[in-house]
């Protein structure tokens, strides 16, 4: 605490600091102003990687816990919150340019898979599974993952000495091998034996963009149909009822529209990095209900690159319905020339942390992507092409007035 205190001093944060201007050409700004009815960003954004290179190297003002952290002390009153345990810390790093980015501390190792007695949800949550996880996501041409990128960071200059969250402070300490450590601070599994520790001060990590406030652009979290049971023994029904789809259809708003297209995608994303853990999907409210479902939270990813878990792919399966362009580039990404691994494999050697993929991981992907067009042609030998695959067309960029946020 009084390094703390004399650290503040030197910076003279103890005095009231003017007001700062918001400029406009800032990357968090820009990237926020992006967002269309078509996804988080333009195909051909440049603001992408200037906020991957602005999350990179810009020096953190100030560090605190995640609003999930907080409900759970009771020091917020926060809705839409997933519970989560102490094992899974995050931290909320603040950069200039009111730049805001989730960081999410190395737990586990690259060539390390998970156990196999592990249930989902007690599943170590990867950062390089959120860096891979935007790559790809970027690749499939979704566009709904924020973008993440990955980082060295000095958990002493970068986290202890510019909080002002006594209680994160309070969570620090030296290992008995000398590196710095700290652990999440909740009612249960909060102990020094969950600790991430520096090497000594410097901690791998992701740090994924936030999205605009929700003042500004709404969002709805939403189950996923498709939930899994977070119980040792339970079954939901589409575990237990193949024909589980034909309900779904009947319910607003899978009925029309693309909605039940969109969770197919979301479940191809799942199938290909292995994320059992999607209870919920959240959407911008402004586009309503033919928006696109955002990709968030996708550390529980590439966990097992040797198991491949058929039954994320019910919404495939059961529904036997896919978007053509979705279809389209997932066949490109097929071909030998465009193999998916090759394509993965050159776009995350642009992150900071790479390797973020180990190969067998990278193989994966092409494994998957074989399974996922052999459920499609299974679909398409039973009920035909044309009841199968859906002709979605491309709208146009969403003018000013259609975006999430305002441009002014």
């Known amino acids: 605490s009084r390094r703390h205190k004399l650290y503040r001093e030197e910076l003279n944060l103890t005095s009231l600091a003017a007001p700062l201007p918001l400029r406009p050409e800032a990357s968090w700004l820009q990237f926020h102003l992006g967002i269309s009815r078509d996804g988080l960003y333009p195909r051909s954004s440049p603001v992408v990687n200037r906020l991957l290179r602005d999350m990179r190297d810009f020096t953190t003002i100030s560090a605190d816990y995640s609003q999930d952290e907080k409900a759970l002390l009771g020091a917020c009153d926060c809705s839409q919150i997933v519970k989560p345990s102490g094992v899974h810390l995050k931290l909320v790093l603040r950069f200039r340019d009111f730049g805001k980015a ?112 929700l003042n500004l652009a709404p969002r709805l979290s939403i189950p996923n149909p498709w939930i899994r049971s977070y119980s040792f023994d339970g079954k939901e029904e589409w575990e237990v009822n193949p024909l589980y789809c034909n309900t779904v ?65 019910a919404p495939l399966s059961q529904c036997c319905v896919i978007k053509r362009t979705t279809l389209l580039r997932l066949q490109l990404l097929a071909e030998p020339e465009y193999r998916l691994s090759d394509v993965m494999r050159e776009s995350l050697q642009q992150d900071p942390l790479a390797p973020v993929l180990t190969e067998p991981h990278l193989l994966a992907l092409d494994r998957r992507l074989q399974l996922i067009l052999k459920a499609v042609g299974k679909c398409i030998d039973t009920y035909g092409e044309a009841k199968v695959v859906a002709n979605d067309t491309r709208q146009p960029e969403a003018p000013a007035s259609d975006r999430a946020t305002p441009t002014t």
């Open 102 to 213: 989730m960081f999410k501390p190395m737990r586990q190792k690259r060539e390390e898979e998970t156990p196999e007695d592990f249930f989902y949800f007690v599943d170590f949550q990867r950062h390089n599974a959120e860096i891979a996880a935007f790559h790809l996501d970027r690749i499939l041409d979704f566009r709904r993952v924020p973008p993440t990128v990955g980082r060295l960071i000095n958990v002493t200059k970068e986290i202890l000495e510019v909080t002002k969250n006594e209680i994160l402070q309070s969570v620090f300490f030296v290992s008995p091998a000398s590196n710095v450590c700290f652990f999440a601070k909740c009612p249960y599994m909060c102990k020094t034996e969950y600790a991430v520790c520096g090497n000594p001060h410097l901690l791998e990590g992701s740090l994924s963009a936030f999205l605009p406030s």
């Open 249 to 313: 259809r009947e319910i607003y708003p899978y009925s029309n529209g693309n909605r039940l297209l969109n969770i197919v995608d979301m479940a191809i994303f799942d199938f290909l990095i292995g994320n059992m853990d999607r209870h919920h999907y959240e959407m911008f409210t402004t586009f309503g209900d033919d928006g696109f479902l955002l990709h968030l939270d996708n550390a529980r990813g590439f966990g097992r690159h040797s198991h491949d878990e058929t039954s994320i792919l």
